[in-house]
């Protein structure tokens, strides 16, 4: 099953996707992930990314499609893949298809996760993630117990970068002019369906298996 999960930054896109890549048992691929990696690592992708990223602007698709041609390439992908941010512009979405093709492949399902902008600043700019183990938190929906620390391994929580409110408006900014036109390219090809991506995780949860029902459990 190879699905792309499409919205906005704050969507829910990577809550959703690992769920999915739970069930399916199929790779999540996030290039925001993998990016962030190569930051962190300080690779000579990382590095040349991080200037991108702490804009709020796009990293070149040179950079990401190949990261995704060599993700996709992996054994793990054979079965099936979650795409979650990846494609982000109709330049992606061409090489996409084009790596697709020469492999005997096709994107089968395109879920366009739809929040409003208010919404999308109110969920990012609370957004923090633990230093130690990862694990998200919101400042207002889902705040640790104790200020700052995480309730699993008692780490220090941070906010991304990139999560901050002047930079997430620069973020919806480059999605509306650069990735929403993915949702008509989607549309034209008769793959995409768009659910409302306000709810508990678990209620947009089964609205995707909705959609993706009856394709395999
Ligand atoms: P995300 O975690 O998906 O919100 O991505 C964080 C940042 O990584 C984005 O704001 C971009 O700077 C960069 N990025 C992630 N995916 C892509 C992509 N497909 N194309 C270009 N830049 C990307």
Redesign the pocket.
């Known amino acids: 099953m190879n699905i792309i999960l499409l919205g906005p930054?704050?969507a829910g896109?990577?809550t959703q996707a690992k769920i999915l890549a739970k069930k399916f048992k199929i790779p999540q691929i996030?290039?925001?992930?993998?990016?962030?990696g190569a930051v962190k690592d300080q690779t000579p992708m990382g590095i040349k990314?991080k200037g991108?990223?702490d804009?709020?602007?796009?990293?070149?698709?040179s950079?990401?499609v190949g990261i995704?041609e060599e993700r996709l390439a992996k054994e793990d992908c054979f079965d099936g893949f979650i795409l979650?941010?990846?494609?982000?512009?109709v330049a992606?979405a061409d090489a996409l298809k084009e790596m697709l093709v020469s492999h005997g492949k096709a994107v089968e399902h395109v879920i366009s996760v739809d929040v409003n902008k208010e919404e999308l600043l109110q969920r990012i700019t609370g957004r923090r993630t633990c230093k130690g183990c990862g694990r998200g938190y919101h400042t207002v929906f889902d705040p640790p117990r104790v200020d700052d620390k995480c309730d699993e391994c008692g780490d220090g929580l941070y906010q991304?970068d990139?999560d901050s409110e002047e930079t997430m408006r620069k973020?919806l900014d480059?999605y509306e002019e650069q990735t929403a036109p993915l949702v008509t390219y989607y549309s034209n090809e008769s793959l995409l369906r768009s659910i409302r991506g306000t709810g508990s995780i678990e209620e947009i949860q089964q609205a995707i298996l909705r959609i993706l029902e009856g394709v395999r459990e």
């Open positions: 930054p704050g896109k990577g996030s290039t925001g992930d993998i990016l962030r990314a991108f990223m804009a709020g602007a796009l990293v070149p698709d950079v990401v995704v979650d941010g990846f494609p982000r512009t992606q991304r990139d973020r480059v």
